[in-house]
């Protein structure tokens, strides 16, 4: 019996720590974002501020070109300021001999090691990002080139832009796991035209960094950076135009935790971990308190040769030493044994979570199990007299017992609630309506350097294909997001409010979407547009399109090319002058979790003539073979390209992955909690079953059947289980309001959801008590009192 008690403890706890410690080194690996840069204290991120005519004040993580190095030129406490941004779709990179290597590229100046340092380990950081087409390269990528030495001088090209030949001058050491910075590739920011690395206003694409000198306040700043506002930035035109516009800086180490849906993952993921540790450990201390009857003769000996309280505390520790060290070997096993899924879970490899920072915490969380499970039961031991050690010592510490028990359901119940309502979330962010309908819809880039040729080629030979019903063309795709563009009242200079622009899109694009047209025409020429409803709602807000929309004109900036390329009337300050033709219904731009709730605007777009880079195809019925198909169609007209070819329904499903990796994550610490409770309330039965034996005997020989015993047992269960969950739904209550807060549709509370995973735990637990008490239920009375 002692070997299979030793079994049961050492299962429970090591599963329980397998889960727990692994989730705390993520919790840890999380928080530890950042935190290995040199002086990372001094680093920080430049953001914008700004307010629309009198709305609320918004910020945003992007600067126009001039910004960050005019930190540096204007403010004496900068010691350095550089930049970065994006310049292709396209990961795939090749070299002269055809092969491909895939790598993340950003464009950044000779000052970003002086922000960032990384070892560089081959070439002049500083003369290779100041030279055009150069190329620095992180040691992963170099690897995969040949090696440090061997990549220098090799060009590459992406695929998406084959005219632009980059040469490899330096290699740098590459960015650890738990950084913001996943950067394979840095290009010369010299590569791209100075109007924009040069630009003080609009353009908002870089990401600006600073590193300030040691000791500086950033707040101390605000005038200073006010004052170099003034020199280059026309602030009262801007405000006279109704926009207020400035820059704070916010400390680096914190932007990855800042993220909303970051730092809830982590709450959340914390929770878990504490609650799957505290119900193992209760467990573990809960199956010693059930032995104490059996072994209070064994205290009692001891006491009697001398025994004291540390000699007590000592034995104690020594088997839960060995228990726990038991429990440790299982847990490695168990985890490196799961390393895979454990990957695909929490988005990391099981390698990388046990930094400095993790490998501390998770010896900390080890040291407090064994204190806990040592302390609780030492100090009840030491309480057994030792005259009644020899009088059949019956005591139970059944109080001790049932509050351990309570504590478990309480648990169970937490983490069984959360799970239900974290799923349906899921399910309503993936399958809920978002004002468009991705369902049998293919997609692709067509790419930048290609696009404008091939466009109508790639249609036909689309359209060529039995499965597809209809090829169309856009610069956007909703749930990407949008950029940013303000709204003119033609012949006037005020601007009225930012839209989400979706620039260009072929005419079918909102049959094939499901995107409702409320009234009028889709677009017809290049001086038509459609509106949202919601900026028909914004216009009429301030004044505008009081007597309808259909046939007003209104201007909007960031359309110079367009205004230029398709002849298009222009505002007194540049703007291009549109008509509104159509007004459609609003549909979600961008997830659920990151949504962009400005008013957004469409525009016609002319096959061959505007650069539409994204391609989708309404096909009858989605399937492996036919997206192999249209992979190699759109290979064959597109020549040496890689295309890769999206279902838009399983991106979307993919917008929400942290989402379903906490379900998951919550779903296997809810049966897992479950299951070690269950172990703690069956070996408390079979206890309480040997204590009252003589007690159940005596019920059954005054009348009592077997099922008032089962009852009997239920009913003393129940009382603590109902208590649990109830406390279980009001904790859990809260908790699922800050989830819900990431969403910007979500589910309604309903206590019947609460009531549906409470009845759940209720159940099982009935049902272990039910099977648990039987036995003895069904036992001969005569066995029982006999030795009476």
Known sequence: MKVKDTTVKVLTLGIGL???LVLVAKVCFELSYDKFYDGIEDIY?????????????????????AVAPGFKAAIPEVVAGTRTTMLFNSDRFSDKDGNVITGNLVLADTSFFDVFPREILAGDAKAALGKCGSLMVSRSFADKMGGVSECIGKTLINEEYKDLNMTIEGVFEDFPKNGSLHYNLLLSMESYPAESTNNWVGNDRYKGYVRLAKGTDPSSLNDAIHKMQESYQSLEELEKNGIKLWYFLAPFDSMHTSDKSVRNSIIILGIVALLLLLVSVLNYVLLVISSVVTRAKEIGVRKCYGAETKDIYGILAKETAVNLALSLVLAAIVLLALRGPIKNLLGVALGDLFIPQTILALIIVILLVFVIAVMIP???YNRIPISSAFRNYTESSRKWKLALLFVQFFISAF???????????????VNGNMGYNPKNILMFSNFSNQGLDKAQMIADAMKAIPEVEDVQFSYNIPYEGSNGDMILIPGSEEQLFNVADQYEATGGGLKMMGIELLDGHIPTNHSEALVSESFVKKMQELSYLSDGAIGKSFAITGHGEEAEQDDLEVNTEGSAIYTICGVYADYLIGSLSSTDTRPSALFYGEVGKHFMPVAFLKVSKVTPELIDKVKKTAEDVYGDASVEVGVMSETIRGLYEDTRKIRNTILIGSIFSLLIALFGLIGYIRNESNRRSKEMALRKINGADTKEIIQIFVWDILKIAIVAVILADIAAFFAARKFLAMFSQKITLNPLLFLAADLVVLAIIVIAVILNSIRIARANPVDSLKSE
């Open 18 to 20: 397998a889960i727990g």
């Open 378 to 380: 030492a100090n009840l």
């Open 45 to 65: 991120c430049i953001r914008t501020g700004y307010v629309i005519n009198d709305e609320d004040e918004k910020d945003y993580g992007q600067v126009s070109g």
């Open 415 to 429: 983490m069984v609630v959360m799970v239900t309502i974290i799923s349906i979330q899921y399910n309503k962010a």
